[in-house]
């Protein structure tokens, strides 16, 4: 088992940053690829970024590339989603989730075994 906690959302303006963090606890830290998704109201859950166990390969959702930037601690078993120049659309619940590294593919939720509980963005315009 994987236990997953975000933290970091909140109200930001548009062109603003934040930065989200995801702790993990449970089983190898490593074992495991970490992804952060968002949902928005009326909307499917949507890939947002990827980092693979050792953090040197990283993976981005066509609408975040270039603005966003994921990286993992894993000596603090800790997952990072800087997020920069924000949009209104950025609005959304972003959820941090872990994955087996050599099932499913990483942009696809039904590949990741272990969701945290959300964290809420809110870009005003």
């Known amino acids: 088992q994987v236990q997953l906690g975000e933290s970091g959302g909140g109200l930001v303006q548009a062109g603003g940053s934040l930065r989200l963090s995801c702790a993990a606890s449970?089983?190898?830290?490593?074992?495991?690829?970490l992804g952060w998704f968002r949902q928005a109201p009326g909307k499917e859950r949507e890939f947002v970024a990827a980092?693979?166990?050792?953090?040197?390969?990283?993976y981005y959702g066509d609408s975040v590339k270039g603005r966003f930037t994921i990286s993992r601690d894993n000596a603090k078993n800790v997952v990072y989603l800087q997020m920069n120049s924000l949009k209104p659309e950025d609005t959304a619940v972003y959820y941090c989730?872990?994955?087996?590294?050599?099932?499913?593919?990483?942009?696809?939720?039904?590949?990741?075994?272990?969701w945290g509980l959300g964290t809420r963005v809110t870009v005003s315009s």
């Open positions: 989730a872990a994955k087996p590294r050599y099932i499913g593919s990483y942009d696809s939720t039904s590949a990741y075994d272990y």
């Open positions: 449970g089983r190898t830290f490593t074992t495991y690829i």
């Open positions: 980092v693979n166990w050792s953090g040197g390969m990283t």
